[in-house]
C-alpha cells in the first residue's frame, strides 16, 4: 500500500533527528573596513578590548547551551572581520574555555580567518598551538594595483610571505581570491587563480565580486568588467583549477579531494550553528520547531548587552513555509546536491512539498537526477549558473 | 426668469477655476464651511490630484446683488482640457455667459483660446477675470494685453481676483450679474431641455444634468430623446447647490437634474434634447453630435487569469463614462484583452490610471493609435482602429489617416523649436500669427504622430509654455505601411505600427535599439526584429545573460538574500511572456521613447 503524507501544520510537524551542531565565533573589528564589505566589521579606534571580549564570548556561549544541551560540537570558525587581530594566547584561552563548556568532536576542524599582514603572519604558529587546525587566507589578488582597488591593507608581496608562513605551521589553508575586479582583466584574474594554485592551499575560494548594498562600492560603484567577461573569467577559473586537480563542490568553492571546508558543508546541508560574537547569527533545531537567533551587532553595544547577560537581540522560528526555500538556497549551492531523506531530515517536511518544484526545475534542464545514486538532486550545470532562478521556485508565493 | 443667470468658467488647467468656483459656492452659502471639502466641484480623486475637471458639474446660488434683488447663479462647470471639447461646447450651449478665467502670471494658453472662440461663437457673453492677482509674478497689464490681442475681446475693465485668497470674489458675482444676459425662452412653449452632461448613481441609475430652453419639466411627465427616440417617466427634478435639492419643477432658463430610471448611461447622450411625448418639440436644439473614439489602445491583463476582472472593471468605469469603447480582442502575443477607445490621449491615461488605481489590475497597455480608413481593392471603405489588422498590402488600394488642425500658441522665443517639431510629425503650416509676444500657429498634423508624445514634445521644446488644441479636419491618403516587430522570429502583433513609409526604416531601427534597451537579458539571446511585409529592416540582439547567482551565502543573514529574489521574482511577475521571452509592460511602449530625426 502507498503511504499517504499528512499535511503538514505546526501542530504536527516534528523533526526525526537533530542535524550536527556547528559554532561560529565573530571578530568583529578590522584596521580598515573594505569597501566591498557588507559584513558586520567595524574600523579598530583604538586596541582591541582583547580579554574582555573573549569573556564575552565564552559568556555568550554559556547563554546557549541550554538550547544544544548535550549536543556534540563538530567544528568552529572564527570569521570577521579580521579575528587574526587577536593574539594566539587569547584564542588560545578561548578555545580552552570552549571545551570546557561544550563536547567538541575530538578531530573537529577549527578554522580561523586571518589577513595576510606581517603583523598577523608572526602569529600564525601560536594559533596553530592554540589548537587551531585550519587558515582561511584572504588573499582576494596577488596584483599590487587590485588589491589597492579593493582597499586591502595589505601588498602582494606580504601575501606570498603570510602564505609561506601559514604552509609551514598548518596544512590545511584556504585562500580567498575575488575576481571581475574594478580594471581587471581576463589574464590578470587567471594569473591571480594560478599564482594561488602554485602556493598550494587544500582550499580555494573563487568569488564574483559583487556590489552589496550598504558598502562604499555600492555607493560609488568602480568601473566593472563586464557581465561577460565576468562570466568568461568564471569559466576560465573553473577550467584552471579543476586541471589542477581542484574539485568544484559548491558556487564559489574548490578543494582538493576530501578537504572541504567542513564548518561551511555544515550550512549547504542545513546544519545547525551556535553564532557567538557581535552580529552573530545562529540557527538551532529542536523536535518542534527550528529558531533563528542574532546577536546585537555593534561590538559597544554587544559587550554592554553581554555584560547584562544576554546578547541576543532576535530570536525568530523559522515558519514552514520558508523551510523548503531556506533549504535549497544553502543545498543547491552545492555541485553534487542532496539526498532527498537530508530534506526530510533538515526541515522535517514530506518531501512532497517540494516534490512539485523539483520535477518542474528537472524538466526545465535546471535540476537533475545525480545517475550513480537516483536518490540525489542536484543542479545541472544551467542550474548552478542560473541558480537564482532555480531559487525563485521555492520561494513561498 | 431675468434674475437667473446661466454662466460657466472658462480656464486652463491650474488657472485656479476649481477654487474659484468653490469660493463663488462658498460666498452664496451654498455649503457650511465643514462640508466644504477642497474643491467641491472636482469629485474623482484623481481630478483632484491632475487638478482638472472631467464630469460637468453644477451649482445653483442663490445672490442678494448690491441692487438689492435676489439672483438665482447657475454656474455650469466644464472639462479643462483638450480631449474633452464637445463636453465644453455642450456646457456653454446650456449657459448665455462665460467667465475668462486667466493666470494673471501666465497669461493666455491655447485651451482658453479655443474654449472662448467656441463661446463667441455660440453668441455666450465673455467676461474677463484676471485670477491669483496677489501672486508677487502678477502682471495684471500684459496679461489684459494679452487677453485683448489673442481672444478679441475687451479685457481692461477685468476683475482682478484671488480665488485662493478670496479677493474680487463679489466683484466677479456683480460683473456676472450685470453683464451675462438672463436667459431667453419660451416658458409656454414645448420642452426642449439640453443634456449638459450625465452621470450614473448607483442607487437612481442615470442622473442627467440639463438646461431647460423652453417649457417646464416636471415628475410624471413622459419625456422623449430627441435622437434615440427614447421613452423615459420623469422621477425627480432638483438642483444642484452644489448638494441636491429636490424641486417640483424646472422652468425655462433653469439648469438642473433629471432623473428617469434609465439604466445606460449611453441612452442619455450629451447634447441631445429632451422633451415631451405629450407635446413634443418640433425640432431638437443644434449642436448635438455622436461623440467618436480618436485614439485607441488595446488593454491586457498581465496575468491572464485577471481577464474576468478587467472586463469587470471596464464594465464599471464605462457605466460612468460614456466615451469609453472596449471590445474584447485577442492578441497572439498578450492573449484575451479589450481594445479601448478613448477621446484622446489624456482620457486613455485617465482610465488606465483609474483602472490600475481603483481596480487594483497589473495591465499591459499597447501604444495608442489612431482610426484608419481602408479603401479596399474592390472599392469597399473600411476602417481598422488596431494596426495588426491591415490586411495584405496587395488586396489595399489606398489607406487614408486621420488629419488633424492644431492651434498652437506658444511665446516668439520658442517658435523655431515647436515649427521644427511640426515638420518632424509631418505637419503642414496652415497659418502663423503674431499675438503681442505670444504666436499662434496653425498646423495640418497626422493625428498617429500627435498621439504618441506630441504633447511631450512640444512641452519640453516649449519649457512647458506652448499650448495646443487640436479639432479633426480629414482622412488623407498617404504612404503609409505596417511595421512589424518579431521577437524570436515570432511577429508580436501588440508591436505592430502604422507608419509613413518615408520615417519606416528609421523608426524601425531605432524601435528595436530601445526594445533592446528595456529587455532584460535573460537565460538564451533575444533577436529583436523590425520588418515591413518579409522585409527585415533592423535587427538587435539581447544577449543572453551567462549567470545569475549569489557569490557567497554562509550560516549569516539570510533574509537580505530572500529580499533580493523576491525582488527578482516580483519583477519577473509583472513580465509578459511571449513565446519563451519576457517582456515588460514598458518594452510595448517602447515606441514612445523613440525619438525623432
Redesign the interface.
Given at each position: 500500500m502507498q503511504s499517504i503524507s499528512m499535511p503538514v501544520s505546526s501542530s504536527t510537524w516534528q523533526m526525526t533527528a537533530l542535524p550536527p551542531l556547528?559554532l561560529?565565533i565573530h571578530f568583529p573589528w578590522c584596521v580598515k573596513k573594505c569597501p566591498y564589505c557588507d559584513?558586520n566589521s567595524h574600523t579598530l579606534r583604538e586596541g582591541v578590548p582583547e580579554a574582555q571580549y573573549i569573556d564575552a564570548l565564552l559568556r555568550d556561549l554559556e547563554t546557549c547551551l541550554p538550547l544544544t544541551w548535550g549536543r556534540q560540537v563538530s567544528t568552529i570558525f572564527m570569521g570577521g572581520g579580521t579575528p587574526s587581530l587577536f593574539s594566539a594566547e587569547a584564542m588560545e584561552q578561548l578555545l580552552a574555555g570552549i571545551r570546557a563548556r561544550v563536547r567538541l568532536q575530538p578531530d573537529a576542524e577549527i578554522t580561523m580567518e586571518a589577513n595576510p599582514g606581517t603583523f598577523e603572519a608572526d602569529k600564525f604558529a601560536g594559533y596553530r598551538a592554540a589548537g587551531i587546525n585550519r587558515l582561511s587566507i584572504g588573499i582576494q589578488s596577488f596584483n599590487a594595483g587590485h588589491l589597492q582597488a579593493l582597499g586591502r591593507i595589505h601588498n602582494d608581496d606580504e601575501a606570498h610571505k603570510a602564505i609561506e608562513i601559514a604552509k609551514r605551521h598548518f596544512d590545511n589553508f584556504n585562500l580567498d581570491i575575488m575576481y571581475a575586479l574594478p580594471q581587471q582583466t581576463l589574464a590578470q584574474a587567471l594569473s591571480d587563480i594560478d599564482t594561488a594554485i602554485a602556493a598550494g592551499p587544500t582550499h580555494l575560494s573563487a568569488?564574483?565580486?559583487?556590489l552589496e548594498?550598504n558598502t562604499l562600492f555600492h555607493r560609488y560603484p568602480p568601473a566593472l568588467p563586464d557581465?561577460?567577461t565576468?562570466?568568461d573569467m568564471?569559466e576560465a577559473i573553473e577550467q584552471h583549477l579543476a586541471s589542477a586537480g581542484f574539485e568544484h563542490y559548491e558556487?564559489?568553492a574548490f578543494c582538493r579531494p576530501g578537504r572541504q571546508a567542513k564548518h561551511?558543508l555544515n550550512?549547504?546541508k542545513f546544519g545547525d550553528?551556535i553564532?557567538i560574537g557581535a552580529g552573530a547569527?545562529?540557527?538551532i533545531s529542536f523536535h518542534d520547531r527550528i529558531i533563528r537567533q542574532?546577536r546585537y551587532k555593534q561590538p559597544g553595544e554587544y559587550l554592554a548587552q553581554m555584560a547584562a547577560g544576554n546578547a541576543v537581540q532576535t530570536e525568530e522560528p523559522v515558519t514552514l513555509e520558508?523551510l523548503p526555500?531556506?533549504f535549497m538556497?544553502?543545498a543547491l549551492?552545492l555541485v553534487d546536491g542532496f539526498d532527498l531523506d537530508l530534506f526530510t531530515q533538515r526541515t522535517g517536511l514530506p518531501l512532497t512539498r517540494v516534490i512539485h518544484e523539483i520535477e518542474r526545475a528537472t524538466a526545465d534542464g535546471l535540476l537533475e537526477r545525480d545517475p550513480n545514486d537516483l536518490h540525489r538532486i542536484r543542479p545541472t550545470l544551467?542550474g548552478?549558473?542560473?541558480?537564482?532562478?532555480l531559487?525563485?521556485r521555492f520561494?513561498p508565493d | 426668469m431675468k434674475h437667473i443667470r446661466n454662466f460657466s468658467i472658462i480656464a486652463h488647467i491650474d488657472h485656479g477655476k476649481s477654487t474659484l468656483a468653490d469660493r463663488f459656492i462658498q460666498f452664496c452659502g451654498g455649503l457650511e464651511l465643514r462640508e466644504m471639502s477642497e474643491q467641491v466641484l472636482d469629485s474623482m480623486d484623481i481630478e483632484k490630484e491632475r487638478g482638472i475637471t472631467i464630469k460637468a458639474q453644477t451649482a445653483a446660488l442663490t445672490y442678494k446683488a448690491l441692487d438689492g434683488q435676489i439672483y438665482n447663479l447657475n454656474l455650469i462647470d466644464t472639462p479643462g482640457h483638450v480631449d474633452f471639447s464637445y463636453e465644453v461646447s455642450r456646457s456653454l450651449a446650456a449657459c448665455e455667459g462665460a467667465l475668462l478665467v486667466v493666470d494673471a502670471s501666465q497669461g493666455v494658453e491655447a485651451q482658453t483660446v479655443a474654449n472662448c472662440y467656441t463661446a463667441i461663437e455660440q453668441g455666450v457673453e465673455v467676461v474677463a477675470v484676471l485670477n491669483k492677482i496677489d501672486l508677487p509674478a502678477a502682471e495684471p497689464e500684459r496679461v489684459i494685453q494679452e487677453i485683448e490681442d489673442i481672444v478679441g475681446i475687451e479685457a481692461i475693465d477685468a476683475v482682478r481676483a484671488s480665488a485662493k485668497s478670496g479677493i474680487g470674489i463679489q466683484d466677479i458675482l456683480e460683473e456676472v450679474v450685470r453683464k451675462v444676459p438672463a436667459p431667453r425662452g419660451n416658458p409656454d412653449g414645448p420642452l426642449k431641455a439640453l443634456i449638459v452632461d450625465s452621470w450614473f448613481d448607483n442607487y437612481v441609475g442615470v442622473v442627467m444634468l440639463v438646461r431647460v430652453v423652453d417649457g417646464q419639466l416636471s415628475p410624471k411627465d413622459k419625456i422623449l430623446f430627441m435622437s434615440t427616440k427614447a421613452q423615459h417617466l420623469c422621477e425627480q427634478v432638483g438642483v444642484f447647490t452644489p448638494k441636491s435639492v429636490q424641486r417640483d419643477v424646472l422652468r425655462a432658463g433653469e439648469v438642473g437634474f433629471v432623473i428617469a430610471g434609465i439604466k445606460e448611461l449611453a441612452s442619455a447622450k450629451v447634447g441631445d434634447t429632451i422633451t415631451t411625448v405629450k407635446s413634443p418639440a418640433v425640432e431638437a436644439l443644434p449642436g448635438f453630435k455622436e461623440v467618436k473614439s480618436q485614439v485607441f489602445a488595446g488593454l491586457y491583463p498581465v496575468e491572464s487569469h485577471d481577464y474576468e476582472s478587467l472586463r469587470d472593471s471596464l464594465e464599471k468605469l464605462k457605466l460612468n463614462d460614456a466615451s469609453l469603447h472596449y471590445e474584447p480582442e485577442v492578441s497572439q502575443a498578450l492573449g484575451f484583452g479589450f481594445r479601448c477607445g478613448f477621446l484622446g490621449l489624456l482620457h486613455l491615461e485617465i482610465v488606465q490610471e483609474r483602472l490600475e488605481r481603483e481596480f487594483d489590475m497589473d495591465l499591459i497597455t499597447t501604444a495608442p493609435t489612431v482610426v484608419y480608413q481602408l479603401v479596399l481593392k474592390g472599392g469597399e471603405v473600411v476602417e481598422i482602429e488596431n494596426p495588426s489588422r491591415l490586411p495584405d498590402p496587395s488586396k489595399v488600394e489606398e489607406i487614408r489617416e486621420p488629419i488633424i488642425t492644431s492651434t498652437i500658441l506658444v511665446p516668439q522665443d520658442y517658435v523655431g523649436a515647436v515649427m521644427t517639431l511640426c515638420n518632424q510629425k509631418r505637419g503642414a503650416q496652415r497659418n502663423m500669427q503674431y499675438m503681442g509676444r505670444q504666436v499662434l500657429l496653425t498646423y495640418d498634423l497626422p493625428m498617429a504622430e500627435v498621439v504618441m508624445d506630441f504633447f511631450d514634445k512640444l512641452k519640453s521644446v516649449s519649457r512647458g509654455y506652448a499650448s495646443l488644441d487640436y479639432d479633426f479636419k480629414e482622412f488623407r491618403a498617404e504612404d503609409l505601411v505596417k511595421l512589424d516587430v518579431l521577437v524570436n522570429s515570432e511577429r508580436v502583433d501588440a508591436l505592430s505600427l502604422i507608419v509613413h513609409r518615408s520615417m519606416s526604416v528609421y523608426r524601425g531601427r531605432e524601435l528595436v535599439s530601445k526594445m533592446r534597451e528595456l529587455i532584460p537579458r535573460q537565460q538564451f539571446d533575444i533577436a529583436i526584429q523590425a520588418a515591413i511585409g518579409s522585409h527585415i529592416i533592423a535587427r538587435e540582439t539581447v544577449k543572453a545573460m551567462r549567470k545569475d547567482v549569489l557569490a557567497k551565502c554562509y550560516g549569516g543573514d539570510i533574509t537580505r538574500k530572500k529580499k533580493l529574489l523576491e525582488k527578482q521574482k516580483a519583477g519577473k511577475k509583472r513580465m509578459k511572456q511571449v513565446g519563451n521571452v519576457e517582456i515588460p509592460q514598458e518594452a510595448f511602449l517602447a515606441i514612445l521613447q523613440v525619438s525623432d530625426k
Open positions: 556547528a561560529y559584513f568569488y564574483h565580486l559583487t548594498p557581465d561577460d565576468a562570466a568564471q558556487t564559489s561551511n550550512y549547504w550553528y553564532g547569527h545562529g540557527k542574532m520558508q526555500f531556506e538556497l544553502n549551492r544551467r548552478q549558473r542560473f541558480l537564482n532562478t531559487l525563485e520561494l | -
